[in-house]
């Protein structure tokens, strides 16, 4: 399940041209109905992806390296080091000119289809569906301003305010 999210935060938010720095909310809607919230942060070569639910995590992407944070205990946070981190890598490099891409992208057993806002900052929505998988994550309230790197740092985690 970990390389869906890793997936979800490496296509949407690394290397495509959105804004340098901001804020946005997003809500992942599954096809079961069951939906999570969060807020991610994009500063320059560094991004968070955080759930807002207690007992799931925290992505943050500094120093061209992945951590993964327990919502539940923001004093340790792990390198996320496997085979799972390059293959987005590889997909940010097709999307890479966001916002002129195809509406539509077949990648390692995913389809993922966009639809782009009017204010090209960020996607209003991204479809993602696959054998194991199938979710849209649609993005609101979508800011740039700037964002302080303490909110970037790991061990520990520091709390951003909502």
Known sequence: MIKL????FYFLFLKTGF???GE???EEVYKNGETQNGIFLVADENIRYEYFDTNLFTIIYTQEKFYLTNNNNKEISD???DQRVSVFKSLANIIK?????DEQILFDGHQIDIDKSSNNM???????QSNRANLSIYLFDCI????????FKTNPMFEYPR
Do not use: G, T
Not at 144 to 151: D, G, H, W
């Open 19 to 21: 804004a340098s720095e």
């Open 122 to 128: 960020f996607p209003k929505r991204v479809s993602i």
């Open 24 to 26: 946005c909310y997003f």
């Open 97 to 101: 000119d966001y916002p002129n891409i």
């Open 79 to 81: 390198e996320i080091k």
């Open 144 to 151: 740039s301003k700037p964002i302080n790197k303490l909110f």
């Open 5 to 8: 999210f890793i997936l979800i």
